[in-house]
Structure formats: C-alpha cells, structure tokens
C-alpha cells in the first residue's frame, strides 16, 4: 500500500517514516525543503522512499502526488500550530488541503483513499491560554 507522508522532516513525521518502512509500506515523502529531509533522515532510509518536493497548504500538488504515485494512504503529520505570538498559524490550513486533495485524488482514481491526521501536543490547549491555536 504507497502511503504519501506530509511532515516527514518534523518531530512526529521522522518518527513515523521508518515505523511505515517497517511495516513493509511503500512510502512518498511529500516535503517542503528536501535538503533538511536528507540532514535529518539517514541515507539507508532515505533510499527507500521517493521524494515529492511540495507544499501542504496546495491541494493540487497534494493530489497530484496521489495520483501520480498511485498512494492509496495519506498520512499527516504537518503543520505547527501558532502557540507563539508571532507564529503564522498553518495547521487548519494543511488539513483543509490535505482533505481536500484526498477526495479529489479518490474522485480521479475511483477509489477510496484512507487519510490519517496526526498532531503533537503542540495543538492541544495549554493551560492558561485561551485554547484557540487552531482558531488563530
């Protein structure tokens, strides 16, 4: 089963990336800066996936990916939400495109496409705030 990974350079997403690969998953990294990717994920891993440089707010890239890899997963693990002031909440945003171009690459494959929304506890509520980081 391909499985397309969002997020595979963050916390939670280089964890998953060889757990998928254990597992016996045929994995497509789908990342914004492929030269951290290779400073952060060892070769020996590295060679068994394939690369898909992209965004995760673009929804047609994302179901480009799909489709052209034939991915019959998705599975999210992008996006920071803005707990800092100054940060620029993206995490609605990610997951909007990463539905979104999940449907439309079932609608063009004519078949169902299973999608997984993973989160750190970044986008939980923190004590003290008003508990609106996905609301930001």
């Known amino acids: 089963m391909p499985v397309l990974l969002l997020g595979a350079t963050g916390t939670l997403g280089s964890r998953l990336l060889p757990a998928l690969l254990a597992h016996k998953q045929k994995v497509v990294v789908y990342v914004r800066n492929e030269l951290k990717l290779k400073e952060l994920i060892p070769s020996t891993i590295l ?36 707990v800092l002031p100054w940060s620029k909440p993206q995490m609605q945003e990610i997951i909007k ?7 439309d690459a079932s609608k063009e494959l004519n078949r169902p496409i299973r999608a997984w929304f993973l989160g750190g506890m970044s986008i939980l ?12």
Do not use: Y
Request: charged share 20%; aromatic share 0%.
């Open 97 to 103: 495109a990463a539905a979104t171009g999940a449907v």
């Open 47 to 82: 060679s068994r996936v394939t690369v898909v440089k992209g965004d995760a707010t673009d929804s047609d890239s994302i179901r480009n990916a799909l489709v052209q890899h034939e991915c019959d997963a998705l599975v999210n693990s992008a996006g920071l939400a803005a």
């Open 125 to 136: 509520d923190v004590p003290g705030m008003e508990g609106t980081q996905l609301m930001n």
